[in-house]
């Protein structure tokens, strides 16, 4: 059983316009989530993390946000770019960066010019 | 320049045959992970080590074997008892110690394919 979804398999938006991609879980015990960027034949590079003590965290155009009573987590990203095109992973932990990550499937996004 | 090198990118096996990836840091992390990916999936948890000569079982460790007997280096070995080893290998290596939340960060992969 997936304990993180992300039921989007793709997404498609036009530059400049915000791009809104989704995760949930079922397990809460999770309480560190992050968002990896992945190019194709290459690995995931970090984007983003965030803590189960807060709700939102800001990093340049990328913002996570987390409803921990509803399991789930968003990531935004304004405006959107050409370059941001690719597969995005939600993953989450139990017991901070010292526990195993579980990733999601990934949604790919698609930002047209 | 710091990071996580995999070698070799692509890698040919023939049926029965054991293979070995590596996987290298040099960013000073302790702990490393071996994922899989397999298309349309997430990545999946091979095997992780969090200390050298000490290493775990991830989710779907059957037919395959680590060691670290250095901290910089990780190497996995896919045997011939792993039924479907078509894959993309990904290793990733993370800082255990201290206070705050650090996430893992990875290597480019190794795509691995049956003869």
């Known amino acids: 059983d997936q304990q993180v979804k992300q039921n989007s398999p793709s997404l498609s938006v036009q530059e400049g316009r915000i791009s809104i991609l989704n995760c949930d879980y079922t397990?809460?015990?999770?309480?560190?989530f992050l968002w990896y960027k992945k190019y194709p034949a290459e690995g995931p590079t970090f984007l983003i993390s965030i803590s189960s003590i807060k709700d939102k965290n800001e990093d340049g155009r990328f913002t996570v946000f987390l409803n921990k009573s509803a399991k789930h987590l968003s990531l935004h990203i304004v405006p959107s770019q050409p370059g941001d095109s690719a597969v995005y992973f939600c993953?989450?932990?139990?017991?901070?960066?010292?526990?195993?990550?579980?990733f999601g499937k990934g949604t790919k996004l698609s930002v047209k010019p | 320049d710091g990071g996580i090198t995999q070698s070799p990118k692509y890698l040919f096996r023939k049926e029965g045959q054991n293979v070995t990836l590596s996987c290298e840091q040099n960013?000073?992390?302790?702990?490393m992970y071996w994922y899989r990916q397999d298309p349309g999936q997430g990545l999946r948890l091979i095997y992780y080590s969090q200390i050298v000569n000490d290493f775990q079982k991830g989710d779907i460790a059957e037919g395959y074997s680590v060691s670290r007997e250095k901290k910089e280096s990780f190497p996995l070995t896919v045997t011939s008892a792993q039924k479907n080893p078509t894959a993309f290998y990904l290793c990733?290596?993370?800082?255990?110690?201290?206070?705050?939340?650090?996430?893992?960060?990875f290597g480019d992969g190794t795509r691995l394919s049956i003869l």
């Open positions: 397990n809460s015990m999770f309480d560190y």
């Open positions: 993953a989450a932990s139990e017991g901070g960066s010292q526990g195993n990550l579980i």
């Open positions: 990733a290596s993370s800082i255990q110690k201290g206070g705050n939340n650090q996430p893992q960060h």
């Open positions: 960013l000073n992390h302790d702990a």
